[in-house]
């Protein structure tokens, strides 16, 4: 059999009661419905199965227009009018158009000459009011039962918005030998369940019951609720992607001192990074007084290498310099201080952090933006490890294809560049090398060190297919919502 909607159901098995050709009301009174929609619904469906024959019959009929209704209601233009003249005993023109409105009065003289009043002088004339009365009554009487057959139906129609002519299709229904046959078994209504509720699943009603089959290609709305910032989100998933490979994360200060944030790597301190333009240096804490053991250490490897096999860079090591208050530049300089308290315990770490720069603000560059640093020491680490591990790392954000290229930074040695292909295009993403002696000897550390730093809003551009850096922190609301869920 078929299947049959709970509907058809409860229609066909109505009709099965009474052969006879049904009326709308009556299937609705029959079936318990007051949706006339359902009915005429479930009769197509019992048609389309062939259990029931629909007869249709289109009739024309007249209805009242929205001028009809206020007619009713308030009394015809030329009704109000009549009265009003009858009543004030042989009034002006001038008084009419001082007690209705100029859309009333006009076309209210227009239908008391066509009921045959005269306007003379600016007076009325009229030779039979009887006739006029009775033919306003007449008019009022069709208004309240408007039909096509009348006589006053033409009129009307010549009249805006008082009348309007629907074709109205009515039903009967019938059913037939086949829809007889069905056994009224098959016409018990199931219960289908559209909601699953904790009500339903701790019952044991859902064992017997039917699921409403959904419909995946139907077209939904959004739904609006709250969600993270894509950045937020991203930031999520880098720091899962690390966690998953091993990586324990370091969340550290951004206010630091020269000292960490360059001497410490190395970086010579007539390097052109540390001018004005690059570095946020501060005016509160001007100063941050660092251990002068530090210090010396620094000063003997700026100026001659220390005890390393390094020359340094020669020159002279200003202490004050190294002591001064900045906003830091890069999150090396949270790597760099995390391995002078651990120097001798081999790590995985990574930060996903806030740093600053000097840079004028466009369509690629921000005063603010985030690096994604990492640092792998043990015993045995190598550059292959180190390039092994950014590709996993973008690979796992869905970008296989990697390189690296030579590069340099006053840290590292090697110094590589990382890239990324992306629609075709190499994009640099960010620096990576092993740290110098003149980094990590100070320190007291013996294994290799494996370091990177990469830009979160450059990889953020890629993910999220972005012209302008300056979107991500515009709080464009209608952008935010069609973010895709990252
Ligand atoms: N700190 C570098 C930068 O800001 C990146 C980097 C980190 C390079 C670690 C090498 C090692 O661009």
Redesign the pocket.
């Known amino acids: 059999m078929a299947d049959l909607t709970n509907p058809e159901k409860r229609m066909l098995s109505a009709m099965q009661g009474v052969k006879k050709k049904w009326t709308l009301e009556e299937v609705l009174s029959a079936c318990n419905w007051d949706d006339q929609a359902v009915a005429v619904g479930a009769g197509h469906g019992l048609s389309n199965n062939g259990f029931v024959k629909i007869e249709e019959t289109s009739n024309t009929s007249v209805i009242l227009g929205s001028e009809g209704e206020k007619a009713v209601k308030d009394g015809l233009l030329e009704s109000r009018i009549w009265s009003w003249i009858l009543k004030n005993n042989n009034p002006t023109m001038k008084e009419l158009s001082d007690s209705f409105e100029r859309h009333e009065s006009g076309p209210g003289i227009g239908l008391l000459k066509g009921l045959g009043v005269k306007i003379e002088g600016g007076a009325f004339s009229y030779s039979d009011p009887e006739n006029i009365t009775k033919t306003i009554e007449e008019r009022t009487e069709f208004l309240n039962s408007p039909s096509l057959d009348s006589e006053y139906y033409q009129h009307f129609k010549g009249r805006k918005n008082l009348i309007e002519t629907v074709e109205v299709i009515s039903r009967r229904w019938s059913i037939t030998d086949a829809g007889m046959d069905i056994s009224s078994d098959d016409l018990a209504e199931i219960v289908t369940i559209a909601e699953i509720t904790p009500e339903l699943l701790q019952s044991d009603e859902w064992k017997n019951a039917e699921f409403r089959p959904y419909d995946v290609a139907l077209e939904a709305s959004t739904p609006r609720t709250g969600r993270s910032h894509p950045m937020q989100a991203l930031i999520e998933r880098i720091r899962q992607v690390f966690l998953e490979m091993g990586f324990s994360e370091l969340v550290d200060d951004y206010v630091q001192t020269a000292g960490w944030n360059m001497d410490a790597l190395f970086i010579p301190q007539d390097h052109p990074a540390r001018e004005m333009q690059d570095t946020f240096y501060l005016d509160n804490p001007r100063s941050i007084d660092l251990d002068p053991e530090l210090l010396s250490q620094w000063k003997a490897i700026h100026e001659h290498g220390g005890d390393t096999a390094s020359t340094g860079w020669g020159g002279t090591f200003s202490e004050e310099i190294s002591q001064k208050g900045l906003l830091r530049?890069?999150?090396?300089v949270n790597?760099i201080q995390y391995l002078a308290r651990n120097p001798k315990d081999p790590c995985r770490v990574f930060a996903i952090d806030r740093?600053f720069r000097k840079e004028s603000i466009d369509r690629t560059h921000l005063p603010e933006f985030h690096?994604i640093?990492g640092i792998i020491m043990e015993p045995g680490a190598n550059l292959g490890m180190l390039v092994t591990t950014l590709k996993t790392f973008y690979e796992k954000m869905g970008y296989p294809e990697v390189r690296v290229r030579p590069a340099y930074?006053p840290?590292?040695e090697p110094?590589l560049e990382v890239e990324v292909k992306w629609r075709g295009k190499w994009l640099e993403l960010?620096?990576?090398?092993i740290?110098r002696p003149e980094v990590t000897e100070p320190l007291g550390i013996e294994d290799p060190v494996c370091?990177?730093?990469?830009g979160l809003e450059r990889l953020a551009m890629l993910v999220l297919e972005l012209d302008d850096i300056r979107q991500l922190y515009i709080s464009d609301l209608e952008w935010l919502r069609n973010q895709p869920i990252l």
């Open positions: 530049t890069h999150t090396t790597t740093v690096q640093e930074f840290y590292t110094s960010g620096g990576a090398g740290f370091a990177w730093g990469m």
